[in-house]
């Protein structure tokens, strides 16, 4: 593997802190790196400084030759009135983009939906951060430094890039380095882990769960080196008090498999216990819809239903999670659980206990504190919550989220913004809310805090809504999930993946609508290019309509004997590809019951799936061609 480039011995010094010291890294062809450690410590101080936009106070960043890299920032610098268009492929003719799969795969996979000629300022948070990494993605790069990529992006969205991510390069060629707290990004994409603390980067192996057990068991290594020294340091003072002894030989310490690791750790909830204690605090009913319809209409007369005749009991210490697109109407959802929108049709019913608590993406009710100190915001709250079973004080509540003394002094509007979701988090649990309503309660938050959230939450007592596009915190706090598609809600017991092929079913039953429509539209005397910008760009996604006619035009007729020849090539692959997915499938039984601590096993049922899934690919590929073919 080929050096691309790194670092050697820096020092980055800002006015109040030092970031790094003597920190020495390298890049080579083929690495994909996930960068992790608590706000703060410099993961985007170390992805600039790598990618040449940081110079160092002291030693030499390194780059091999002529290395491209392309950077994606937590904040883009996109113009508010460039359209769409020009803010993904500037000055680039039509025929050219248009033209180039890679190019074309890009748009097709994040921007497929926004209008072409819309400027970038209408667009919301979600559309502009799609657009930016469409910008980004299509350019020809040796290295991606992306800076939490995943910010504003569904879950559909965050699938197809890390698709993207995974076959963007050749087997060994290019790199990846990417910040995101999303762990299931980081388990599915990278194949090495740095993490950022005291002023040093510390390299581990594998994604985001063997950096997990390797940092659990570094962790204890330490626990027991510091034990060893304690002993030493007694038996240095015995042999001070008592004179010379013989020293025994050290005995050689094992190290465990993972499952000793865990072996006295307890189960995440006890679920029954805190349906108990959730229906203590709020009675039988808490929220039922009945019929649930809204509709909202357009300055253009037009009406757009974002819930369609909905059906949900919500009981006391239910613990649910919503995904849906963007836009899909989740936060709409939301609120008419809560009494706060009004319905076309239907109606809400609201338990005379409910006390609803809202955790909201913008963190809107921080703003009332002004000035204040955390310390005198605190001071306002004296008494205890109850979190698993325990009685928790503000200040054990607010240690617990990560504040140290030196944080309390300071202003509530200087926090940063992984302090402030800390804060309003703990503000709204000392509140005691018996239903709490989440969205998207992991922006901000490091993998670290991550985790001390989700332990907070399986002590908690009450009813539990969340939101978000982390699949890793959904799967780990809810215990059911469901989907909002097409107005309607849907159970998930699939999980997450459930509503990934729901999602992929339904477009393609959507594709397949639009292209017979198109095809049924199609005349020999419609020769002209749309002028409507937005089908320009969804018809460019495949082949632009000019070139697609000629292609008709000039496509060799096949014989009788020919098209029988492909017809059944094409079923024969069919029977091919399912006799392989059902092999798939069986694989990945047999992995899902295998030792999770055996990595050997695991890469050996992996390699199987990876071959037979090549194989899949490639009947496919040669289906396609066939029917290409056939016309």
């Not at 570094?218 to 240095?236: G, I, M």
């Not at 402030?420 to 503000?427: D, E, F, G, P, S």
Request: net charge negative; proline share 3%; glycine share 8%.
């Amino acid at each position: 593997m080929a050096f691309l480039l790194g670092c050697e011995k820096v020092r980055v010094e800002f006015p109040t802190k030092t970031v790094f010291e003597g920190v020495s890294l390298g890049v080579d062809e083929g690495d994909r790196i996930g960068i992790v450690g608590r706000n703060g410590d410099g993961k985007s101080t170390l992805l600039n400084l790598l990618a040449g936009r940081l110079d160092p106070d002291d030693g030499r960043v390194l780059k091999n030759g002529a290395v491209r890299v392309g950077v994606l920032g937590q904040a883009d610098a996109l113009s508010d009135d460039d359209t769409v268009e020009r803010a993904i492929v500037g000055d680039l003719p039509e025929y050219q983009w248009a033209g180039d799969a890679r190019i074309r795969d890009v748009i097709a996979g994040l921007a497929r939906d926004i209008p072409w000629d819309a400027t970038v300022g209408t667009l919301s948070g979600g559309q502009r951060r799609r657009v930016d990494l469409v910008r980004l993605l299509i350019g020809d790069w040796d290295v991606l430094a992306l800076d939490e990529p995943t910010n504003h992006l569904d879950v559909r969205a965050i699938t197809w890039l890390a698709d993207h991510l995974k076959s963007r390069w050749k087997q060994g060629a290019g790199a990846l380095l990417v910040v995101t707290h999303d762990r299931w990004f980081l388990d599915e994409v990278c194949t090495g882990m740095w993490e950022v603390h005291d002023r040093q980067v510390e390299p581990f192996e594998g994604g985001f769960s063997a950096y997990v057990m390797q940092r659990v068991e570094r962790d204890r290594l330490a626990a027991l080196a510091e034990q060893k020294r304690q002993n030493e340091l007694r038996r240095e003072l015995a042999w001070l008090s008592r004179g010379a002894r013989a020293r025994a030989t050290k005995p050689k310490f094992h190290v465990a498999a993972a499952q000793a690791l865990i072996a006295d750790v307890p189960p995440l909830r006890d679920e029954l216990e805190l349906k108990r204690m959730a229906m203590a605090r709020l009675g039988k009913q808490v929220v039922d819809l009945e019929h649930a319809t809204v509709r909202f209409e357009g300055t253009d007369g037009s009406s757009r239903t974002v819930l369609h005749d909905v059906d949900w009991i919500i009981g006391p210490g239910d613990r649910y999670g919503i995904v849906g697109e963007n836009g899909a109407g989740k936060t709409t959802l939301l609120r008419v659980i809560q009494g706060l929108q009004r319905l076309d049709a239907g109606r809400v019913k609201i338990g005379q206990t409910v006390r609803f608590a809202v955790l909201s993406q913008h963190l809107d009710d921080l703003a009332r504190f002004g000035d204040d100190r955390v310390r005198q915001v605190i001071g306002r709250y004296s008494r205890r919550t109850m979190l698993d079973g325990k009685e928790v004080t503000p200040a054990q509540l607010l240690e617990k989220l990560g504040f140290s003394r030196d944080d309390l002094n300071e202003p509530v509007c200087d926090l940063s913004g992984g302090q402030k979701r800390r804060l309003a988090l703990m503000l709204i649990l000392l509140d005691e809310p018996n239903v709490l309503v989440l969205d998207e309660p992991g922006n901000d938050l490091d993998t670290d805090m991550l985790a001390v959230v989700e332990d907070l939450l399986d002590g908690w007592p009450g009813t539990l809504l969340l939101v978000t596009h982390d699949r890793y915190l959904m799967e780990r706090v809810t215990d059911h999930q469901f989907a909002l598609l097409d107005g309607k809600l849907r159970h998930l017991p699939g999980g997450v993946e459930e509503y990934l092929k729901l999602a992929d079913e339904r477009e393609a039953t959507q594709s397949g609508d639009r292209r017979q429509m198109r095809s049924r539209s199609d005349s020999p005397a419609r020769t002209k290019r749309p002028q409507d910008a937005s089908a320009r760009a969804e018809l460019a996604w495949c082949v632009p309509s000019d070139d697609r006619l000629a292609t008709e035009a000039t496509r060799p007729q096949l014989s009788g004997g020919e098209q029988r020849t492909l017809r059944k090539l094409m079923q024969s692959n069919e029977r091919k590809i399912e006799t392989l997915n059902a092999k798939v499938d069986a694989v990945r039984a047999e992995m899902a019951v295998a030792d999770p601590s055996d990595f050997t096993a695991l890469g050996d049922f992996q390699a199987q799936i990876n071959d037979l899934q090549s194989q899949i690919d490639a009947l496919e590929e040669e289906w396609m061609e066939a029917a290409e073919q056939l016309g």
